[in-house]
């Protein structure tokens, strides 16, 4: 047995931990075969990020679940949930079962495959076993599973399996037509039609709010819980708000890059900040706050989804969107919250225990005993910048680069294994997470 003593809990203060695979003991003064001294420093849960894009199969030159999961051990995460634009998409029972066998041989923490939705496969998503969601592209993406047809009978058969529906919400109808007329402005006037305008036009706050306010009817339809995927402005935040009052079962995610960025670091950033939804408006990060701090977020979510930088490189219109963002979440959070922008109990909600309680995955979330001892410990002291050739995200860059963030990840423990020793990521045999 391992005990970590005098570590901070949140809401609880000052306690041991007592663990080997799964957490046996909290109290005082435990008796361990070992022990560290943790006084002073903050214990959560490990974090659970439900929205990543480690792009294997099809996409290793960009990441790999080897490099992906290392990259969220250092970043203090244990459990990750990928998305299913893959290539191939997980779509099928047997692609899901290949993607499982797969990322079990290479993953170093805990893992879950969400299951893409197609307007043809309702058979397939009934056969689905051990997932935590069904996912639904309203709006294009990196990949080719944007649904168009037959959303009602996916929603359905997500809640004949009691998964939620988890809903990247843009209005494609609005993307096309503004993609459209954006393009042939920006073929006569480069200049002032460059990624730093164009983006949050060609995608904008209308096709968000629309298309999110569509899923949430067709959710009430079906009867069926929804997370909303990335939501990124003022709309969607009220929009949220008022279907929790009239109790539809939604939920709201929120990325990292959507609280602390905004379009006007496109500027700065180029076709590095160019993402699916967009940076918005500082009125609409000041909205995504005011939602965080009054409990309609429910999620932090990465959205982890790297591309090389010479892809990044390429003019607005061949460049794809999606950036890193499993090794800085952490840090940004700890760090707002050294600023009394949210608190240490809203960073282990939103990144620990509601992940886990909305989509259903056992026995992580908490530190309490019986649990799996998937543990971060945090110097909420240390302060560092965000340096590209210290990040073992494939990528190697980040759009935090140089930002200077007070709160990091010392240790980390995937169901007690030691998968990060403050230097060093430790190989670890990751397993598939348990879903109800």
């Known amino acids: 047995m391992f005990c970590l003593r005098n570590c901070m809990l949140v809401a609880v203060g000052e306690r041991d931990v007592l663990f080997d695979s799964k957490i046996r003991k909290i109290g005082k003064n435990l008796r361990a075969d070992e022990s560290f001294d943790c006084r002073g420093m903050l214990l959560l849960p490990g974090l659970i990020d439900s929205h990543v894009h480690f792009r294997e199969p099809g996409g290793e030159h960009k990441e790999g679940w080897e490099t992906g999961s290392r990259a969220a051990a250092h970043g203090g995460i244990t459990c990750a949930l990928d998305m299913p634009n893959t290539s191939p998409p997980t779509t099928t029972v047997a692609a899901l079962e290949q993607k499982r066998k797969l990322v079990a041989s290479k993953s170093i923490i805990d893992f879950g495959l969400h299951f893409g939705a197609t307007s043809e496969n309702v058979a397939e998503i009934a056969k689905a076993r051990n997932i935590p969601s069904v996912k639904v592209f309203l709006g294009s993406s990196t990949g080719s599973l944007l649904l168009e047809e037959n959303i009602l ?4 058969a997500a809640k004949r399996k009691m998964k939620p529906a988890f809903v990247h919400a843009e209005d494609e109808g609005a993307i096309r037509k503004f993609s459209d007329v954006f393009r042939k402005r920006a073929a006569l006037n480069p200049k002032t039609y460059s990624a730093a305008t164009v983006h949050a036009m060609v995608r904008s706050n209308e ?3 629309e298309s ?8 009430e339809k079906a009867g069926n819980r929804i997370h909303l995927a990335h ?13 929790k009052k009239a109790g539809i079962p939604v939920t709201m995610e929120v990325t990292p890059h959507h609280l602390f960025l905004t379009a006007g670091d496109m500027k700065k950033l180029g076709n590095y900040g160019k993402v699916n939804p967009p940076l918005r408006s500082k009125k609409d990060v000041a909205a995504l706050w005011a939602a965080l701090r009054a409990g309609v977020v429910d999620t932090v979510g990465t959205d982890h989804a790297p591309h090389m930088r010479g892809e990044k490189d390429a003019d607005y219109w061949a460049a794809p969107s ?3 963002g499993v090794e800085t979440v952490l840090p940004l959070l700890l760090d707002a919250s050294s600023k009394r922008m949210l608190s240490l109990g809203d960073v282990q909600r939103l990144c620990c225990e509601n ?6 995955i056992k026995n992580k979330g908490k530190i309490a005993v019986g649990y799996d001892a998937d543990l971060t410990l945090v110097d909420l002291k240390k302060v560092k910048r965000v340096r590209a050739e210290e990040l073992l995200a494939k990528c190697k860059w980040s759009a935090f680069e140089g930002a200077r963030l007070k709160g990091w990840p010392v240790r ?22 348990s879903f109800k």
Not at 412 to 425: C, I, N, Q
């Open 153 to 156: 009978s996916v929603f359905s």
């Open 207 to 209: 096709a968000a709010a």
């Open 212 to 219: 999110a306010s569509r899923a949430i009817r067709i959710a």
């Open 231 to 243: 939501c990124t402005t003022a709309e969607e935040a009220a929009i949220t708000a008022r279907a």
């Open 322 to 324: 999606g950036m890193p």
């Open 355 to 360: 992940p886990a309680r909305i989509f259903g």
């Open 412 to 433: 980390v423990w995937s169901r007690g294994a030691l998968v990060f020793d403050g230097e060093t990521v430790i190989p670890h045999e990751g397993k598939e997470a």
